[in-house]
Every structure is written in C-alpha cells, then in structure tokens.
C-alpha cells in the first residue's frame, strides 16, 4: 500500500461537506482538532490515535466518530497501514434539529448497518453520483449514529478553565494570536497581557484549549490556509499570508494535519468555473 488522499468538497446549495478518501502506510497526523466532526470507516488495515489519553484502534468495518476540538493523532496501527474514508459534517449537520448536542464516550462504534451506509454515501458523494441517494442515506446514518450511540450526559471533552476570569484570559490570548497570524508574540508577551506567569498562561491555555499557544496557533494558520485555498489563492500566496515561513513550511504543517497537499486540497475543494486554466 502507498500513501495516497484524495480531499473532496460537496456543496450542491443544500450543504457543504469535507470527505476525505486515503490510504497510508508511512504518513503520521500530527496532534490536532477539528472545527467539525469527524467520522472516519476503515476499509483495509488498521488505525491507530490517542484520544482523550487512550490509545485507541480502529479496524476493517468500525467506526471512529470524534468530537470537535478534541486533539487526537493518527498513524498505521501495522505495517500494512491503513485505508479509510471521511466524513466532516458539521455540528448543525449531524445533530440536526436535537436540542441538546450528545456526546460520543466511546469514539470506536461497532455498527454495521451505519458503516455500510456512511461509505456507500461517501462513495456516491466523491463520485458525483445519485446526490439524493447519498443525503439520504447520510441522513440515516447520522440519525442512527446520534440515537445508537450518543449521550446527553455529562461530555468528557477536554478540560476547560473553572471560572470566568480563566476563560476571559484564554479568549485575550486567542485575539492576540489571531490578530496577526504572520507575526507571533512571544511567550513572555502572551503572559504579560494577561497578568500571569508564562508557566500559569501555558497551563490556563493549554486546559482551555487541548493545545499550548504555539501548536493552537499552528493549526490556526492551517484553518485560515484552507479558506485562502479554497477561494483560489495558490499555495505560494497561501503561505506567507497565514504566517508560514514559505511554501515547503506550509505544505509540510498542512499535510501533517488534513493528510493532503496545499495543492490537492486547492484541486479538489475549487468551483471547477473558478479555476484558472
């Protein structure tokens, strides 16, 4: 098996949707998260990732669904490596109309019926073909994923700050990064406009967040890279203006985290009447 990904966007004015089809062997995701779910089917060899401080694996026929913003890696869980295809609906997608957003304790399902039905849907979505068919049988999937195996109980999701003020801080510390991801402040700066230590802001931040400052605002400028992409600039213009050193520094951090190219994702996510020719 060679390492291959293929990254597919679907909007057909009804919704907007991310898939992603691959096959690795010696690619690694770095730690990360994502802004939406994700729910990936194995279909050849075996995944492994830690998630929520378990090392999990996911094989032939099962189901990994996580949950926005929590961290988790990816990698082969053998020398075979691993085939799989995903899915990134989001929150409003996938809990459609429940008042109350469930929790997935257990991120491997064991669910045939559901497994069949995601791929054949992600299958047809890629494709191009029979769109009805495929919302249709993403609607049952999603419906039976919630009802067979979310909770509305208590969420184990990352550790977030205990009180008002912490959660004050760590909003400052995201404006300050974002307010210019091609210039970083440094630590000491970051602390300071709190008014905490730099060992108390890494803590606060990091509890907060999944991520300490650095590595959240890489995955920051990953996030932006992907809109600047999107809308038809070129990796060359991409990198510099998210705040990457060039083009190998952004192409190297962008593949670690969605498992593709800056120009495959481009490729792949542009209205074919945008594309240059």
């Given at each position: 098996?060679?390492?291959?990904?293929?990254?597919?966007?679907?909007?057909?004015?009804?919704?907007?949707?991310?898939?992603?089809?691959?096959?690795?062997?010696?690619?690694?995701?770095?730690?990360?998260?994502?802004?939406?779910?994700?729910?990936?089917?194995?279909?050849?060899?075996?995944?492994?990732?830690?998630?929520?401080?378990?090392?999990?694996?996911?094989?032939?026929?099962?189901?990994?669904?996580?949950?926005?913003?929590?961290?988790?890696?990816?990698?082969?869980?053998?020398?075979?490596?691993?085939?799989?295809?995903?899915?990134?609906?989001?929150?409003?997608?996938?809990?459609?109309?429940?008042?109350?957003?469930?929790?997935?304790?257990?991120?491997?399902?064991?669910?045939?019926?559901?497994?069949?039905?995601?791929?054949?849907?992600?299958?047809?979505?890629?494709?191009?073909?029979?769109?009805?068919?495929?919302?249709?049988?993403?609607?049952?999937?999603?419906?039976?994923?919630?009802?067979?195996?979310?909770?509305?109980?208590?969420?184990?999701?990352?550790?977030?700050?205990?009180?008002?003020?912490?959660?004050?801080?760590?909003?400052?510390?995201?404006?300050?990064?974002?307010?210019?991801?091609?210039?970083?402040?440094?630590?000491?700066?970051l602390a300071a406009g709190v008014e905490l230590s730099p060992y108390h802001m890494l803590r606060v931040f990091r509890d907060a967040t999944g991520f300490p400052p650095h590595a959240w605002l890489v995955l920051e400028r990953v996030c932006r890279a992907r809109?600047?992409?999107?809308?038809?600039?070129?990796?060359?213009?991409?990198?510099?203006?998210?705040?990457?050193a060039d083009q190998a520094h952004l192409t190297r951090w962008f593949k670690r985290v969605t498992g593709v190219t800056p120009a495959a994702f481009r490729n792949s996510v542009q209205d074919p009447a945008r594309r240059p020719a």
């Amino acid at each position: 098996m060679t390492d291959s990904a293929t990254w597919t966007r679907v909007n057909d004015g009804c919704f907007e949707l991310d898939l992603l089809t691959a096959s690795y062997r010696r690619h690694a995701f770095t730690r990360h998260s994502h802004a939406t779910f994700a729910i990936g089917v194995v279909v050849r060899g075996e995944e492994q990732f830690h998630y929520r401080g378990e090392l999990r694996r996911a094989g032939v026929g099962s189901l990994a669904v996580l949950e926005p913003g929590e961290p988790h890696d990816g990698m082969a869980a053998t020398a075979e490596g691993w085939a799989y295809r995903v899915l990134y609906p989001s929150e409003a997608m996938l809990l459609e109309h429940r008042p109350v957003r469930p929790s997935f304790r257990e991120p491997i399902v064991h669910d045939a019926r559901s497994v069949q039905l995601l791929r054949s849907a992600h299958e047809e979505l890629t494709a191009g073909v029979d769109l009805l068919a495929a919302h249709s049988r993403l609607a049952w999937a999603f419906e039976a994923i919630v009802a067979r195996h979310g909770s509305t109980g208590a969420s184990p999701a990352p550790l977030r700050p205990s009180d008002a003020a912490a959660a004050r801080k760590v909003a400052e510390i995201r404006d300050r990064l974002m307010a210019d991801l091609r210039c970083a402040p440094s630590l000491r700066e970051l602390a300071a406009g709190v008014e905490l230590s730099p060992y108390h802001m890494l803590r606060v931040f990091r509890d907060a967040t999944g991520f300490p400052p650095h590595a959240w605002l890489v995955l920051e400028r990953v996030c932006r890279a992907r809109h600047l992409l999107a809308a038809g600039h070129t990796p060359a213009e991409v990198g510099s203006a998210v705040g990457f050193a060039d083009q190998a520094h952004l192409t190297r951090w962008f593949k670690r985290v969605t498992g593709v190219t800056p120009a495959a994702f481009r490729n792949s996510v542009q209205d074919p009447a945008r594309r240059p020719a």
